[in-house]
Nanobody
Framework: EVQLVESGGGLVQAGGSLRLSCAGS????????IGWFRQAPGKEREGVSC????????YYADSVKGRFTISSDNAKNTVYLQMNSLKPEDTAVYYC????????????????WGQGTQVTVSS
């Protein structure tokens, strides 16, 4: 059974940093792409960043490019999202998700989800 567990959310002031973790189990980590999504109150869920655990290719949404960094530690079956220069508009529940693929895929194809972790950025 594929399981994803996020951690690392919290409350931070604007300009601060947080690092989110997504620990995976129940699947062959190298054969999956892991993505980070977020959903703010009253807004649709949006894809933020993703990484292929096979070739380490990455993608970032324009809204976070240059501020967020995604990385993977395949030995620990964990993907990280380092978030710097946080803004109040980054406030959301952040989810990690997985899809069985060695290449990056469209956001709609992710089919395994974690429970989410709250990130709140105060102004």
């Amino acid at each position: 059974e594929v399981q994803l567990v996020e951690s690392g959310g919290g409350l931070v002031q604007a300009g601060g940093s947080l690092r989110l973790s997504c620990a995976g189990s129940g699947f062959t980590f190298d054969d999956y792409v892991i993505g980070w999504f977020r959903q703010a109150p009253g807004k649709e869920r949006e894809g933020v960043s993703c990484i292929s655990n096979r070739d380490s290719s990455t993608y970032y949404a324009d809204s976070v490019k240059g501020r967020f960094t995604i990385s993977s530690d395949n030995a620990k079956n964990t993907v990280y999202l380092q978030m710097n220069s946080l803004k109040p508009e980054d406030t959301a529940v952040y989810y990690c998700a997985a899809v069985a693929s060695v290449h990056l895929v469209p956001w709609a194809l992710y089919d395994y989800w974690g429970q989410g972790t709250q990130v709140t950025v105060s102004s």
